[in-house]
């Protein structure tokens, strides 16, 4: 694992920083695709785990939930807003329809799993407060711990150029976004929180988050609606 702040970890992937999982505590935060399972298992295995939490239900986030949570025998807590997605496996409201995300579909969603507590913005998890970011999925939600200005940001923006895996900070691509004006609002949101430290779902986190702030900025002032897509 890799130490990021106190008391947040990242798993090791597939490359490191393409699918990022979390270990906060002792609250896992999302569990990258199906295929990752074995990987990840492996790197908790020994783990005091006592909840593993979701900022969204998307095939690269929610891909080894099941396995986790049947292996650790821990609850498992979502969006209020995302609880029938993730019961029921049915992605069709969650993501939008293209040749892309139906692949996804097949090798990566994972398998559906009851979820123990829907999350809504004020909660808390692992010490961090939760926070509503609609857009990249219905109910996305982001982790925010102000004591030491800490984000967990999920996919509201990436930190990863999909094709050269580069560090890039982005928009997340408009195909895997349901609703890229209301991301967007939830960008302005996060960036008003005026991070210092940011995790995403996808890409190295930054320890200088004025840069975060500065990108949501520019984006705000030229192109407020679009994806890299
Ligand atoms: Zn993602």
């Not at 029938?84 to 995300?101: F, H, L």
Request: net charge negative.
């Amino acid at each position: 694992m890799i130490d990021i702040v106190d008391g947040v970890q990242l798993l090791r992937g597939t490359p490191n920083y393409l699918v990022n999982v979390y270990l906060v505590d002792d609250i896992l935060i999302d569990a990258g695709t199906k295929p990752a399972t074995r990987g990840l298992l492996r790197q908790l295995k020994g783990r005091n785990i006592k909840a593993h939490a979701l900022t969204h239900v998307h095939p690269d986030h929610q891909g080894a939930s099941h396995p986790i949570c049947e292996a650790h025998g821990i609850p498992l807590w979502c969006s209020e807003a995302e609880i029938a997605a993730m019961e029921s496996g049915d992605m069709t409201g969650q993501i939008p329809r293209n040749t892309i995300t139906r692949l996804q579909n097949v090798f990566w969603t994972g398998h559906a799993h009851p979820v123990d507590k829907g999350l809504v913005e004020g909660d808390s998890v692992a010490g961090f407060t939760v926070i509503s970011t609609p857009g990249h999925s219905p109910g996305h939600l982001a982790f925010w711990r102000e004591s030491d200005r800490v984000l967990i940001a999920g996919d509201v923006l990436n930190n990863i150029d999909f094709i050269t895996l580069q560090e890039r900070l982005s928009l997340p691509p408009d195909i895997f976004t349901i609703d890229a004006q209301e991301n967007m609002r939830s960008a302005q949101k996060l960036a008003d929180l005026n991070p210092r430290v940011v995790c995403f779902g996808h890409g190295k986190p930054i320890t200088d988050g004025a840069r975060f702030v500065d990108f949501v900025q520019q984006l705000a002032e030229t192109a407020p609606t679009s994806g890299n897509s």
